[in-house]
């Protein structure tokens, strides 16, 4: 198993990479997130293509490194220009994606949310995320999130038009203020499509457990 594994686990084993423990008779596959869900318990892992296994269906499982997160996904930035103004992990919630609020529901100016990955505007405006909610194309070759697409619901205004090349770290919207789309106050959904569908959206819990660990990566 060549990918490394990431996820919020405590420490279970040594520093050295992933080991195999695949069952006789279970194929293998890429892995490259692992972790517990929100209870802290119920050991999950995402494969390459963003399916969510639990480790028996997987058959795997791997030792990981003192800090519990890996460097699977290199050029990938937390979604907040200024990442203070998210609330913390321990408050997110999964969807489609993942609902990330902000601390004293900040929004315009205030939390401007910006390009994840590089790559390209290919969309904006979203049913039920709002009129100018944008999705980013990734175009980052050698990566293993190249091709795939990420939503930014309940954002408004777009800072950048469609069809805008842009870099990770580049603000491209702010969080929208009031309601917008289907909400109850200013937030960000965040989450990504899976890998050969669509740009816009995955369906609810399809990869919303790796965008979770994406996000926790890069917090």
């Known amino acids: ?24 008779g279970v194929p293998e596959f890429p892995v ?6 929100q209870s802290g318990t119920g ?11 639990t480790a028996g269906q997987a058959g795997y499982f791997g030792s990981m490194g003192s800090s519990g997160i890996g460097g699977n996904f290199p050029g990938f930035v937390f979604p907040f220009q200024n990442r203070s103004i998210a609330q913390p992990p321990s408050t997110w919630t999964l969807d489609q994606g993942v609902d990330i609020a902000t601390v004293g529901a900040a ?15 290919a969309q904006e405006g979203i049913n039920g995320f709002g009129p100018a909610a944008p999705v980013l194309l990734v175009i980052q070759p050698g990566s293993l999130l190249n091709g795939r697409a990420f939503y930014y619901g309940h954002a408004l ?21 009031g309601i917008v789309g289907i909400s109850t106050g200013p937030h960000l959904e965040i989450g990504i499509n899976q890998a ?24």
């Open 196 to 219: 050969g569908a669509p740009v816009c959206c995955p369906l609810i819990g399809a990869t919303s457990a790796l965008m979770d660990q994406l996000l926790f990566q890069s917090y």
């Open 43 to 53: 050991l999950w892992m995402v494969s390459a293509d963003g399916g969510v296994f």
């Open 1 to 24: 198993m060549a990918a490394a594994l990431f996820g919020r686990l405590a420490h279970v084993g040594g520093d050295a990479g992933p080991e195999s423990l695949a069952s006789p």
């Open 32 to 37: 490259v997130g692992a972790g517990t869900d």
């Open 157 to 177: 205004p777009a800072l950048v038009p469609v069809g805008a090349k842009v870099n990770a770290g580049q603000p491209i919207a702010e969080t929208g203020c």
């Open 107 to 121: 929004c315009g100016p205030q939390a401007v949310e910006v390009a994840v990955m590089n790559g390209v505007i």
